[in-house]
C-alpha cells in the first residue's frame, strides 16, 4: 500500500521545538521531490519547505527561514522536518507530499488548489503558551 504518513506534531510553547516525521510506504522517495504544507484555520494552504533527496536541494518559505531545516533518512524512507524557534504563528495542520517531475521550488509555490501524486493525512502543530 502506497502511502505517507506524518508524526511529531504537538502542543509546544514559544520558542520551542518539534521535529515532524514522514515516513513513506510502498514506494522509495529517491526520485521523488518531498514537501511539507501546512494549512491553518481558514487560510490556504502553504509549501513550507520542499527536498529534492537526489541533489539535495532545498526551498523554504521565508518565514520559516533559519529556523526550520528539511532532512532526509535515506534507510528510514523518511523525511524530517526539523521545526525551531516555534511561534504562534506556526500553528497549522502539517502535512507531506511526493511528487516527480517537478522542481523543489515549482512544488513548495504551487497554487493551493494543485494536487501531488502522494499526501500524507497530517498532523497537528499547536504553538501556544
Known amino acids: 500500500q502506497v502511502q505517507l504518513v506524518e508524526s511529531g506534531g504537538g502542543l509546544v510553547q514559544p520558542g520551542e521545538s518539534l521535529r515532524l516525521s514522514c515516513a513513506a510506504s510502498?514506494?522509495?522517495?529517491?526520485?521523488?521531490?518531498i514537501g511539507w504544507f501546512r494549512q491553518a484555520p481558514g487560510k490556504e494552504r502553504e509549501g513550507v519547505s520542499c527536498?529534492?533527496?537526489?541533489?539535495?536541494?532545498?526551498y523554504y518559505t521565508d518565514s520559516v527561514k533559519g529556523r526550520f531545516t528539511i532532512s532526509r533518512d535515506n534507510a528510514k524512507n523518511t523525511v524530517y522536518l526539523q521545526m525551531n524557534s516555534l511561534k504562534p504563528e506556526d500553528t497549522a495542520v502539517y502535512y507531506c507530499?511526493?511528487?516527480?517531475?517537478?522542481?523543489?521550488?515549482?512544488?513548495?509555490?504551487?497554487?493551493?488548489?494543485?494536487?501531488?501524486?502522494?499526501w500524507g493525512r497530517g498532523t497537528q502543530v499547536t504553538v501556544s503558551s
Open positions: 527536498l529534492y533527496p537526489g541533489y539535495g536541494s532545498t
Open positions: 510502498g514506494f522509495t522517495l529517491d526520485n521523488y521531490v
Open positions: 507530499a511526493a511528487d516527480k517531475f517537478i522542481t523543489v521550488q515549482a512544488m513548495c509555490t504551487m497554487p493551493p488548489t494543485f494536487n501531488y501524486d502522494y
